[in-house]
């Protein structure tokens, strides 16, 4: 396997199983040197905790990036999830264009809502700037409360195909080239992610597991772009992915003292020999 380089933008939420304590180990696991830019410091994620700490680092990704670019530091790839502030989003257009090396590839989940909701922290100001960032992209991980926001199509709880292509071709029109839609689900027993690429929409569908778990939007987004930087097409990593975070899933099922995130790092090994 080639060593390629991805630099990963998102928080550090010291406690919570989420964003980088997420990313680093999933994105190393899988093989690629793994540099990071914290966007923010929490103490724990937003969701579910009271009187959590923040430290937006929005101010110093400039220097951040201006020394990497003395050093002639230089990514195969870059992607980003939840980001400190409206203002960030500008710096981390800038540091995609300037230090991706010939080729590289863009990956971002717009990390700031589910269930119908933006994450507390977020309005519409933060909304505007992330539909820049997510359309000058390579490759886009929304849910559909996301992808409601970012084409302002009704959010809808129960839907047919048609709502789902009706979002497609929305991100599209607004200048998306590749999305993969999370939590897709036609019927109650599955769900699954539906897939656009080049003008087609694939679905893969598993079983889907009746507990809710916080964080498994950050585990998907890191196995899918492990697995796709180390050469499976955006399809194949989209479902590794998708029965990796299963997998997450089901090893934290029953733990109601659990409910913060996913015991992702027991089941590392499966999804590195699913890479592999
Ligand atoms: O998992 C997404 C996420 C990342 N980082 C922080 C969050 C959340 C979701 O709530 O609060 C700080």
Redesign the pocket.
Same mark, same amino acid.
């Given at each position: 396997m080639e060593y390629k380089r991805i630099l990963t933008i998102? &928080?550090i939420?010291c406690f919570?199983q989420?964003?980088l304590t997420v990313a680093l180990p999933i994105l190393s696991a899988a093989g690629l040197e793994t540099v990071i830019l914290p966007s923010?410091v929490?103490s724990?994620?937003?969701?579910g905790f009271k009187n959590?700490t923040f430290r937006d680092l929005t101010d110093d990704m400039p220097a951040i990036a201006a020394h990497w670019k003395q050093e002639n530091i230089s990514f195969d790839a870059v992607y980003t999830?939840?980001l400190g502030s409206a203002k960030q989003i500008n710096y981390v257009m800038d540091i995609i264009k300037t230090l991706s090396r010939p080729g590289a590839v863009s990956i971002v989940d717009p990390?700031m809502a &589910?269930n119908g909701r933006l994450?507390?922290?977020f309005d519409q100001a933060f909304v505007e700037e992330m539909k820049k960032l997510v359309y000058s992209a390579d490759i886009i991980l929304p849910n559909i409360t996301e992808a409601s926001f970012l084409t302002g199509l009704e959010y809808k709880e129960t839907y047919t195909e048609e709502y789902i292509e009706a979002l497609f071709r929305k991100l599209a029109e607004n200048g998306a080239k590749t999305v993969i839609l999370t939590g897709v689900s036609y019927k109650p027993e599955t769900t699954g992610v539906a897939v656009y690429e080049n003008g087609a929409v694939n679905y893969y569908e598993h079983k889907r597991l009746p507990v809710g778990s916080?964080?498994t939007?950050?585990v998907y987004a890191s196995a899918f772009s492990g697995a796709y930087l180390q050469g499976r097409s955006v399809f194949d990593a989209a479902c590794i992915a998708a029965d990796y975070t299963v997998k997450c899933i089901e090893n934290t099922a029953g733990d109601e003292n659990h409910r913060y995130g996913v015991k992702f790092e027991p089941v590392l090994p499966y999804l590195i020999e699913r890479i592999r």
């Amino acid at each position: 396997m080639e060593y390629k380089r991805i630099l990963t933008i998102q &928080d550090i939420s010291c406690f919570g199983q989420c964003s980088l304590t997420v990313a680093l180990p999933i994105l190393s696991a899988a093989g690629l040197e793994t540099v990071i830019l914290p966007s923010a410091v929490l103490s724990t994620h937003t969701g579910g905790f009271k009187n959590f700490t923040f430290r937006d680092l929005t101010d110093d990704m400039p220097a951040i990036a201006a020394h990497w670019k003395q050093e002639n530091i230089s990514f195969d790839a870059v992607y980003t999830g939840y980001l400190g502030s409206a203002k960030q989003i500008n710096y981390v257009m800038d540091i995609i264009k300037t230090l991706s090396r010939p080729g590289a590839v863009s990956i971002v989940d717009p990390a700031m809502a &589910d269930n119908g909701r933006l994450y507390t922290g977020f309005d519409q100001a933060f909304v505007e700037e992330m539909k820049k960032l997510v359309y000058s992209a390579d490759i886009i991980l929304p849910n559909i409360t996301e992808a409601s926001f970012l084409t302002g199509l009704e959010y809808k709880e129960t839907y047919t195909e048609e709502y789902i292509e009706a979002l497609f071709r929305k991100l599209a029109e607004n200048g998306a080239k590749t999305v993969i839609l999370t939590g897709v689900s036609y019927k109650p027993e599955t769900t699954g992610v539906a897939v656009y690429e080049n003008g087609a929409v694939n679905y893969y569908e598993h079983k889907r597991l009746p507990v809710g778990s916080h964080g498994t939007g950050d585990v998907y987004a890191s196995a899918f772009s492990g697995a796709y930087l180390q050469g499976r097409s955006v399809f194949d990593a989209a479902c590794i992915a998708a029965d990796y975070t299963v997998k997450c899933i089901e090893n934290t099922a029953g733990d109601e003292n659990h409910r913060y995130g996913v015991k992702f790092e027991p089941v590392l090994p499966y999804l590195i020999e699913r890479i592999r």
